[in-house]
């Protein structure tokens, strides 16, 4: 986990989650779903639920400066 301000970061762990790797930014009630960038892929908001747009918007730079280290707790837990 991952915290930042008013942000959490989560990867939930198999069997619950599943691929592409993907982390759930959790910030006052709402969540964020956020692919990593894998590759040429790049990191794409899956969903979102009860969140301000200008929080979805931190919530995406967050995950942008940290996509590196979430990446490789992903790797750790999944692969």
């Known amino acids: 986990m991952l915290r930042e301000g008013r942000f959490r970061v989560l990867i939930y762990l198999p069997p619950r989650e599943h691929d592409p790797p993907h982390v759930h930014v959790w910030s006052a009630g709402g ?3 956020i692919d990593l960038a894998v590759g040429t892929k790049p990191q794409t908001i899956r969903s979102v639920a009860g ?3 200008a929080d979805i ?6 995950v942008e400066r940290h996509t590196a280290h979430l990446l490789n707790c ?4 999944h692969d």
């Open 51 to 53: 969140m301000r747009t």
């Open 74 to 77: 992903w790797r750790k837990y």
């Open 57 to 62: 918007t931190a919530a995406f730079h967050l």
């Open 31 to 33: 969540e964020v779903v």
